[in-house]
């Protein structure tokens, strides 16, 4: 699949606060995906920006892959310390402790391995591909022939999520990984047949119904995103935005 051209300017334009598509857009539209089995994989590792994406966006599929034996790594690029501009020192720091806490309760609840932080800088991660590209690099390398390297979609709007996303094209192409790249704010600024989405790769990841029941309850593990905080900033992920992943469910571009 050819790299896409960034959406940030897309997702800017769509403030969270207006709520974005609604999923009943989304749904009309689901059956038109094929499915992916996840008996097919051989190996797993999944890669996000920020402590939740690996929840929100493969959560259900990564549990479900270790279900079935097969060994799921998880790669955190950054320790989400910068969800709210303007946070003193020891406000990002406490909020990276946090976030950081969020992932492990998340990954036991799932069945997975602890994941593994990098601490690149949450919101300049795009100034540090080229290093998560080699890290990545020599993670697959060590991996088995045709590993699942599942990253966030490099057209997802965000762009840390979008760094992530071609940095780990980069190292997919260098190891002959599989990459998929799983959307999460591409649900909120996108319409369904938008053009700038590559809707002919699109698959979905065939997760049962007790995975789906283990991603609920660990998303609800990410209580610094989806309440407000001691200062009364509203919540990152508010729950229209948390209902709309949900129902929409996992899908990825192949």
Same mark, same amino acid.
């Given at each position: ?91 990002? =720091? ?115 119904? #007790? ?12 209580? &610094?995103?989806?309440? &407000?905080? =001691? ?19 996992? #899908?990825?571009?192949?």
């Amino acid at each position: 699949m050819s790299a896409p051209t960034g959406n940030a300017a897309r997702f800017a334009a769509v403030p969270i606060s207006g709520g974005g598509t609604p999923a009943d857009e989304w749904l009309r539209r689901q059956d038109t995906f094929p499915s992916l089995p996840l008996d097919q994989c051989p190996g797993l590792v999944v890669v996000a920006p920020h402590p939740d994406d690996e929840t929100l966006g493969f959560g259900a599929a990564a549990c479900g892959v270790a279900a079935h034996g097969v060994d799921v790594l998880t790669i955190i690029a950054s320790d989400g310390g910068a969800a709210w501009p303007g946070l003193s020192v020891s406000e990002q =720091a406490r909020l990276e402790e946090s976030r950081r806490s969020e992932s492990h309760t998340a990954a036991t609840i799932l069945g997975l391995p602890m994941p593994v932080f990098l601490g690149l800088p949450d919101g300049n991660l795009a100034e540090h591909e080229s290093r998560l590209a080699d890290i990545l690099t020599d993670i697959l390398a060590g991996r088995p022939a045709g590993t699942w390297c599942a990253a966030t979609w490099r057209g997802d709007g965000h762009p840390d999520h979008e760094a992530v996303g071609r940095a780990a094209a980069v190292a997919t192409s260098r190891t002959g990984a599989v990459l998929l790249e799983y959307p999460i704010w591409m649900w909120h600024w996108a319409r369904p047949g938008d053009e700038a989405v590559p809707w002919q790769n699109a698959v979905r990841m065939a997760t049962d119904q #007790v995975a789906v029941q283990r991603k609920r309850h660990a998303v609800a593990a990410f209580r &610094s995103q989806l309440e &407000s905080d =001691a200062a009364g900033r509203e919540p990152i992920l508010p729950p229209y935005v948390l209902e709309r992943l949900d129902r929409v469910g996992e #899908v990825v571009f192949r």
